[in-house]
């Protein structure tokens, strides 16, 4: 095994406990703790548990991953507070719904807690509270690349399929997708909630009462697995325009035979180890980047799975 193995196994192994910790021979040293909108059953955000623990190892720091178990944002914003209140070096967190969450961010801001946004929000909301940077990806620009990449693939009409209808930046990707075919939203994007089967029937509901329907659009795992058991079970994998946002095992397979088109890479590692070595540098050395960082999009087809294959809901 090489060292860059050892180095990803070590990583992996950290993921299993409900808190990420990494480096805690240094506990006299700097301390981080990532916050997330994610609930418990989200096995998305195990790339980034990986990437914070990581960037904790190399960097000789301590970090902490942190969720409400059921993806409730007040949960959330309670965690936040909890989390400033232990006073940490930094905290990374993301800004999924900023009525909600602003206030404890900029809180913890006001205590002298060094604070990055990643993942969910916009540079906008990220100076607003105060925030040193933003790391993440533009998703209204992402979608609006992805309806423009599939109205030149002759797709005029579509549904998005929304699990996370509460986080109103991740609808960004569907205005966007919109945008770019050049045709309103309207009622193309369905709350989908976060069941599985609740997903599956629903998509299958919205394809049977729209039968002109050309593509699908889903926003993460959590909506692509299940839509592509739909339509599996309605005999249309593979001949219905089918693009989603976000990487994993079966997405990743779902390339591969053909039943989705591409898959955009918002590379969820990067968001979470850049962080943590920006934040450690920052206390160290007092230097940061001058700019936010976009970690995607990127689109990955099937002509360019594997490494995409290898590491698959790691790393990518």
């Not at 050309?214 to 309605?234: F, H």
Request: aromatic letters at 8%; hydrophobic letters at 40%.
């Amino acid at each position: 095994m090489t060292s860059l193995a050892r180095t990803f196994a070590l990583a992996v192994t950290l993921v299993a406990a409900p808190f990420v910790m990494a480096g805690a021979a240094s506990a006299e040293g700097e301390r981080y703790i990532l916050v997330s909108h994610a609930p418990d059953s989200d096995s998305w955000w195990n790339t980034i548990k990986n990437g914070i623990a990581l960037a904790g190892k190399q960097m000789g720091v301590t970090v902490e991953y942190r969720n409400p178990p059921t993806g409730d944002l007040a949960d959330m914003a309670r965690i936040i507070e909890q989390a400033a209140a232990s006073k940490p070096d930094g905290i990374i967190t993301t800004l999924a719904d900023f009525d909600v969450l602003s206030g404890p961010i900029r809180a913890a801001v006001d205590q002298g807690i060094d604070v990055i946004i990643m993942n969910s929000g916009t540079p906008e909301q990220t100076r607003e509270v105060g925030a040193l940077m933003f790391v993440g990806q533009p998703e209204y620009d992402a979608g609006l690349a992805a309806g423009m990449r599939a109205k030149g693939d002759g797709i005029k009409s579509f549904v998005c399929v929304n699990h996370v209808i509460s986080n109103t930046v991740v609808a960004d990707r569907c205005r966007g997708f919109a945008d770019g075919l050049g045709i309103e939203l309207g009622d193309s994007m369905i709350d989908a909630g976060q069941d599985p089967a609740e997903i599956k029937n629903r998509v299958k509901a919205y394809l049977t009462a729209n039968p002109d329907t050309q593509a699908v659009l889903t926003l993460g795992p959590t909506s692509a697995d299940p839509t592509i058991q739909a339509l599996q079970e309605m005999g249309t994998a593979g001949s219905l325009y089918f693009g989603t946002f976000d990487l994993g095992t079966e997405i990743v397979k779902a390339i591969k035979d053909g039943t989705i088109k591409w898959g955009i890479d918002q590379q969820p590692f990067l968001q979470a180890y850049l962080p943590v070595v920006i934040l450690t540098n920052y206390d160290r050395y007092g230097v940061l980047p001058g700019n936010n960082i976009n970690s995607g999009p990127g689109f990955v087809t099937k002509e360019a799975l594997s490494k995409v294959e290898e590491f698959a809901g790691e790393y990518r």
